[in-house]
């Protein structure tokens, strides 16, 4: 039996509203990960299964060790079809909010979002949303945002409603979000989870070989790149950074989601406790923090305009790569001015 840790009032509410409408849209991040889109999915499939009509609706397209979740081939992506989104959110009576907790982070669906009528509900695992909504489901303390969708399903009453591709999708969502169960992972209730999950019929070993075993040769060449030419260390500060600039992406043929993860790999040296990840977008520089231990790397992104988690954030910056890597080497010098920030 899992822990009530939805409140009754949420779990009511979100019952009352999924009676009264039909048409339902799901909304998630931006450069949408495993968590966003197994959330989504998960989701997705459940809805589907109460006969409702629901389109989840993304900022721009996500990576390809991604696609064989089933629905995803669904899925409404702004940036290729904006009227498409556009009219889905609009018309939509009730709009899920996933794994955000600002609309930043949604990027060019935000006013889309703002503006729309219908009524609202937010599940995340995010430290303090800022969005308006009808329904708050907000819990810091869960290691994935599909781990919530499963907990809000079961307090429902409707696990039964729970079909294999929603199983697939909530299991993919929560291996991705711990690193396949390495870290934020320690709650027992996540193994009651997988339990379930592989009752339903789950192929746990697939769902990893799918997810972390399809790179291609070129991202592989990139990562090999990262480590040997690309990675400064900072002993003292217990801190590494690796950046790539749009030229050594181009020369590496970089696709959409070929760095993921590259930004955890310093974190498995001895002794390294930050890890941080820059790299030069077309428009932007998105820089991606992990830690180690209680090192709040959530704080050190703020000053880069973003945020996240305690071990795992990110921000972004509009200065040249130099500037940008300058900025980032004095956080890492300073490191303890963000250590027991509130
Ligand atoms: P990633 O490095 O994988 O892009 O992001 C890790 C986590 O940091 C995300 O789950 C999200 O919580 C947070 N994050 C990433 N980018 C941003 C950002 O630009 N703004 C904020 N507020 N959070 C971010
Ligand atoms: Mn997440």
Request: aromatic letters at 10%; glycine letters at 6%; proline letters at 4%.
């Amino acid at each position: 039996m899992l822990s009530k840790i939805i409140a009754e009032e949420a779990i009511s509410q979100s019952e009352k509203l999924l009676k009264k409408h039909n048409k339902i849209a799901i909304i998630t991040h931006i450069s949408p990960d495993g968590d966003a889109l197994g959330s989504s999915l998960g989701l997705y499939w459940f809805l589907k299964e109460l006969e409702k009509e629901v389109v989840v609706v993304v900022p721009n397209p996500f990576p390809n060790f991604l696609r064989w979740l089933d629905g995803s081939s669904d899925i409404v992506i702004f940036t290729e079809n904006r009227e498409l989104a556009e009219q889905k959110i609009k018309e939509a009576e009730l709009v899920f909010f996933l794994d955000f907790n600002t609309m930043n982070r949604i990027d060019g669906l935000k006013n889309i979002a703002i503006d729309a009528q219908g009524d609202k509900i937010l599940i995340d695992h995010h430290p303090h949303p800022d969005i308006f909504c009808n329904v708050k489901i907000s819990h810091p303390e869960v290691s994935s945002t599909s781990e919530l969708i499963f907990r809000f399903i079961c307090r429902m009453g409707l696990f039964p409603k729970i079909t294999l591709p929603a199983a697939e999708c909530i299991y993919a969502g929560m291996m991705t979000d711990t690193g396949n169960f390495s870290f934020n992972s320690q709650s027992p209730e996540i193994y009651s989870i997988i339990h379930e999950l592989l009752l339903l019929g789950i192929n746990k070993d697939e769902i990893y070989r799918k997810v972390y075993d399809t790179c291609s040769a070129d991202k592989m060449k990139l990562m090999g790149y990262c480590l040997s030419e690309k990675m400064q260390i900072f002993p003292e500060q217990k801190a590494a950074i690796i950046s790539l600039t749009l030229q050594e992406l181009e020369q590496f043929n970089y696709q959409v989601g070929d760095s993921e993860g590259f930004v955890n790999m310093p974190l498995s040296i001895e002794n390294i406790e930050i890890s941080i990840f820059v790299r030069q977008d077309k428009d932007k520089i998105k820089i991606s923090f992990r830690s180690q231990g209680d090192y709040p790397v959530n704080k050190m992104a703020e000053d880069f305009k973003g945020g996240g988690h305690l071990n795992a954030a990110g921000g972004e910056s509009y200065y040249s790569m130099e500037k940008t890597l300058t900025l980032l080497e004095e956080a890492v010098l300073h490191r303890e001015k963000y250590e027991n920030m509130e």
